[in-house]
């Protein structure tokens, strides 16, 4: 089956610093979206970007269909960006349609 | 819109007792997905359903797990004969159209944390 795969698994800034975060996967994805996990909290979607490059605030995103790999870019970390991001990738065959998830980069951001 | 509700919060159950875990998708939303999250195995699909059918399971242990949506304002998913493997955060997550169309984002809950004892 498809796989998602994410690097680093985690990485340690101080604040104000730049995060660069990968994802690799197996296979042709029609859709890749870019979740951020608040410890102990629920997930939330950030972005949705198949291809090309998309930003909302200080997160940019650029995903290389034909490469199968994307990147999320989160400028300026602030102590509060702290959390697991996690990158996913929709498996749609047969009529389902589910996300399949990496396992994530655990973000801290120092002050 | 409070988004997706998960209850209960937290729950703890015996080693060979029933856990049933709620979910109240977002009003509106035709499609509901459960997934279960764990340290070692991370997110895991377990099944889904669009306008209240059951459209894939295929993330469902076989035995002793089973998911219904009797209405399109909640789905249960029931763990039956709970083991300690069976701990984890269950998570569930609503959309508007379940994948029928193009671009679409998934709207979770803050989980249920199952501790099987």
């Known amino acids: 089956g498809q796989q998602v795969q994410q690097s680093p698994a985690s990485l340690v800034l101080q604040e104000g610093e730049n995060a660069e975060l990968q994802c690799n996967f197996s296979s042709t994805a029609t859709q890749l979206q870019w979740f951020y996990q608040s410890p102990g909290g629920s997930l939330v979607s950030l972005l949705s970007?198949?291809?090309g490059t998309k930003h909302t605030g200080r997160l940019t995103s650029t995903t290389v269909t034909k490469e199968r790999r994307s990147s999320l870019h989160i400028s300026s970390s602030q102590t509060t960006d702290s959390g697991t991001y996690l990158c996913a990738i929709v498996a749609a065959s047969s009529g389902s349609w589910q996300l399949i998830f990496g396992s994530g980069t655990q973000l801290t951001v120092m002050p | 819109n409070a988004g997706v509700i998960q209850t209960p919060r937290h729950k703890v159950t015996g080693k060979g007792q029933e856990a049933t875990l709620w979910c109240e998708p977002i009003?509106?939303?035709?499609?509901v997905f459960w997934y279960r999250q764990t340290i070692v195995q991370g997110l895991e699909f377990l099944t889904y359903?669009?306008?209240?059918?059951?459209?894939?399971d295929s993330g469902m242990p076989k035995e002793r797990f089973s998911a219904q949506m009797p209405n399109q304002s909640h789905s249960t998913l029931k763990i039956q004969s709970t083991q300690p493997q069976d701990s984890a955060v269950y998570l569930c997550?609503?959309?508007?159209?379940?994948?029928?169309?193009?671009?679409?984002?998934?709207?979770f809950g803050s989980g249920t944390r199952l501790t099987v004892l």
């Open positions: 997550a609503s959309s508007l159209w379940g994948g029928a169309r193009a671009a679409e984002t998934l709207y």
């Open positions: 359903f669009r306008n209240q059918a059951p459209i894939d």
């Open positions: 970007n198949p291809s």
């Open positions: 009003s509106g939303h035709s499609a």
